[in-house]
């Protein structure tokens, strides 16, 4: 693809982002017109199923959430170099298949760990 | 490259996104009206015409409604969430090619706004993007279910997203190219990749649906448990934004779907000629309509026949069989490819024309 060519492929995506952006502030800025005006306190509290509110707004979540996070680092970096490999895989040498078998082997036993352990059970 | 191309692709950009929005309409009128139609009530049947108007009756009726920001809300944050779930939404459309490109005199139409060549990894960045808009719309609310809601959805998404790319790298492999035109072209007239990467297709589009937080993966807001998730604070159009980007996306992944798996618009009557005029790209878009609009039926239909999952079933269906079995598909494809560019396997269902 010659590069100008590459640029204006982001070119119409950047178009579809715009209109995106415009369909947003339209939206907002017909809402503004049309909607009525009458804030009260109660209103703009927050939702607890209709009782107060009670205690600290940002409350805590548990640390079991976090560890998936830290799992999928592993494997989302993993995606970005399998990617490329996939694309000429089928160019490639037998040796540079083994090499990413490996790869993806050595991230397996990761998993299996952290199955082992059991960040994977929830109770 | 002068202005007349820059019109054309102004012109398709245009239409694409106005047929999006269309999609989206006609989407939630059939979601509610086929489901009553699947449970056997009646659904809505007053606006319109079977009801066909019943969505631009409620979006009316968000647009006139009050747009406030609560006051444990993180001001800023809370206006920008919806702007962050609904632009990569969008923006994950482009690269899905409607059509075979047509010329009209020396002028090239593509029928695909943008023919990225890392097509595939847009999508992928597309909707990881888009855990930020619901994210921050959890956090910003400065309440509390809105925030399980957030971290409910940010571990679910990605959890998925992981199973979605794997599930993705076969085709890569077999297509040899990231492009989505690429692909398609690489599935000539009937050899689907459905066929030969059955797993990969299935587990494709079950995590759309984990991704797009549909039931029976709806955990982030499962009605009984977090009200409404996430978006429990937003209120009038700002919450429009947020179902406009939830059947946007539910669009991509049917589109994307067909595009890697169901051979986007080939299909088996691909020719012929109205007064000069080729009719192939007419073809194009009926076979791309139809896999399509097939998949959104799916959509509705999945949602209206399966009950809930538990949350620790959905992280360990992610995590220990979707992902099992993809790493799984991710070698013996590659192992399958490599058999057959060294000779020692037939080549097998349209190969890469290396």
């Not at chain 1, 950047?14 to 502030?25: E, I, S, T």
């Not at chain 1, 209709?50 to 494997?75: H, K, M, N, T």
């Not at chain 2, 406009?244 to 051979?263: C, D, K, V, W």
């Amino acid at each position: 693809m010659p590069i100008d060519a590459y640029y204006r492929s982001y070119l119409q995506v950047a178009a579809v982002g715009l209109l995106g952006l415009g369909l947003f502030g339209a939206m907002i800025g017909l809402a503004k017109v049309l909607q009525p005006r009458r804030l009260s306190d109660l209103k703009s509290s927050i939702y607890e199923c209709g009782v107060e509110p009670l205690g600290d707004e940002w409350s805590q979540s548990q640390v079991r959430y976090y560890v998936f996070a830290l799992l999928f680092v592993v494997f989302d970096v993993e995606a970005i170099f399998v990617f490329p490999w996939a694309v000429i895989m089928g160019t490639l040498s037998w040796a540079a298949l083994v090499e990413m078998v490996i790869f993806i082997l050595i991230l397996a036993v990761a998993l299996l760990y952290a199955v082992r352990k059991g960040v994977l059970r929830w109770i | 490259m002068d202005w007349v191309d820059y019109l054309i692709r102004s012109v398709v950009a245009v239409v694409v996104f106005a047929a999006i929005l269309g999609t989206c309409t006609l989407l939630v009128w059939f979601e509610r009206r086929g489901a009553a139609w699947m449970q056997v009530r009646v659904g809505p049947n007053k606006a319109g015409p079977f009801g066909l108007l019943q969505t631009v009756a409620d979006a009316v009726k968000l647009l006139t409604k009050e747009v406030f920001v609560p006051d444990s809300a993180d001001p800023l944050v809370y206006r920008i969430a919806p702007l962050l779930s609904l632009l990569p939404a969008f923006l994950a459309l482009t690269i899905v090619p409607f059509g075979p490109g047509f010329h009209i005199g020396d002028r090239y139409v593509p029928m695909q706004i943008a023919d990225l060549n890392i097509g595939i990894l847009w999508l992928l960045c597309m909707s990881s993007i888009a855990v930020y808009g619901y994210i921050l719309a959890g956090w910003s609310s400065g309440s509390k279910y809105p925030l399980l809601g957030a971290v409910r959805q940010s571990a679910q998404v990605i959890s998925y997203e992981l199973v979605m790319s794997l599930a993705i790298i076969p085709v890569v492999i077999w297509a040899g190219t990231l492009s989505t035109s690429g692909i398609v072209e690489a599935q000539s007239r009937y050899h689907w990749y459905v066929v030969p990467l059955i797993v990969p297709a299935i587990a494709f589009f079950v995590s759309g649906i984990a991704e797009t937080n549909r039931p029976p993966f709806d955990l982030v807001e499962a009605e009984s448990e977090l009200v409404a998730g996430a978006i429990t604070e937003y209120g009038g159009v700002r919450f429009m934004m947020f179902f406009l980007a939830e059947y946007t996306n539910i669009i991509t992944i049917s589109a994307i779907t067909t595009t890697l798996f169901l051979g986007g618009w080939n299909g088996p009557i691909l020719f012929g000629t109205i007064a000069g005029w080729s009719v192939v790209p007419l073809w194009g878009l009926f076979w791309f309509l139809l896999k399509t609009g097939v998949l959104l039926f799916v959509f509705i239909w999945v949602r209206v026949s399966l009950p809930r999952l538990r949350y620790d079933q959905l992280m360990t269906f992610g995590w220990k069989i979707m992902i099992g079995v993809n790493v799984a598909v991710v070698l013996a494809v590659s192992f399958v490819i490599a058999l057959m560019e060294q000779g020692a396997l037939p080549m097998f269902w349209a190969p890469p024309g290396r």
